[in-house]
T-cell receptor
Framework: DAGITQSPRYKITETGRQVTLMCHQTWSHSYMFWYRQDLGHGLRLIYYSAAADITDKGEVPDGYVVSRSKTENFPLTLESATRSQTSVYFCASSEQKNIQYFGAGTRLSVL | QKEVEQDPGPLSVPEGAIVSLNCTYS??????FMWYRQYSRKGPELLMY????GNKEDGRFTAQVDKSSKYISLFIRDSQPSDSATYLC??????????FGKGTTLSVSS
């Protein structure tokens, strides 16, 4: 299917575990982004990537790791999950930094 | 002062009403202005995109940008229950990260 897909849609994990959220886009967009969305905070940028092997920090990068070995994939890893990382995570892609297209999100609960 | 301010609502209107959603911003360098619609438990979807100042119309939706006042608006005419969602404004200048408002929750009752 064309577009941007995230997996899994829902994830429950325990504190201290490593978790990887996947993002795949079929548009060959240069830019990809990871956001978290929390009540009272709105969408906050975690990391973004301008191209394969180029990544940069956003507003809230601590505790997260990203990689981009292929243009179409941009996984987000929580190396040691904490309860404060319970959130809804959205991946987005764009050809430039302005108009971004979002995936359906991953709801992550850290117990 | 936050870069982008948006009243969270909730805003409740009857079907057929004209809805006005607004954002203010502080960075006069912003050039690109967007409105996203987000249904419950879904990802944000792009609704309207405007470059610099002026108006843009698409069906029942009109986006306005007033750069002199640092104020943007989204108008929805003849609102429908299917318009019930959270509306996010977003903006940036070329080459910088997109800044989102926190969203306004709209409920349209039939």
């Amino acid at each position: 299917d064309a577009g941007i897909t995230q997996s899994p849609r829902y994830k429950i994990t325990e504190t201290g575990r490593q978790v990887t959220l996947m993002c795949h886009q079929t548009w060959s967009h240069s830019y990809m982004f990871w956001y978290r969305q929390d009540l009272g905070h709105g969408l906050r940028l975690i990391y973004y990537s301008a191209a394969a092997d180029i990544t940069d920090k956003g507003e809230v990068p601590d505790g997260y790791v990203v990689s981009r070995s292929k243009t179409e994939n941009f996984p987000l890893t929580l190396e040691s999950a904490t309860r404060s990382q319970t959130s809804v995570y959205f991946c987005a892609s764009s050809e430039q930094k302005n108009i971004q297209y979002f995936g359906a999100g991953t709801r992550l609960s850290v117990l | 002062q936050k870069e982008v301010e948006q009243d969270p609502g909730p805003l409740s209107v009857p079907e057929g009403a004209i809805v006005s959603l607004n954002c203010t911003y502080s960075n006069s360098a912003f050039q690109y202005f967007m409105w996203y619609r987000q249904y419950s438990r879904k990802g944000p979807e792009l609704l309207m995109y405007t470059y610099s100042s002026g108006n843009k119309e698409d069906g029942r939706f009109t986006a306005q940008v007033d750069k002199s006042s640092k104020y943007i608006s989204l108008f929805i005419r003849d609102s429908q229950p299917s318009d019930s969602a959270t509306y996010l404004c977003a903006m940036n200048q070329a080459g910088t990260a997109l800044i989102f408002g926190k969203g306004t929750t709209l409920s349209v009752s039939s």
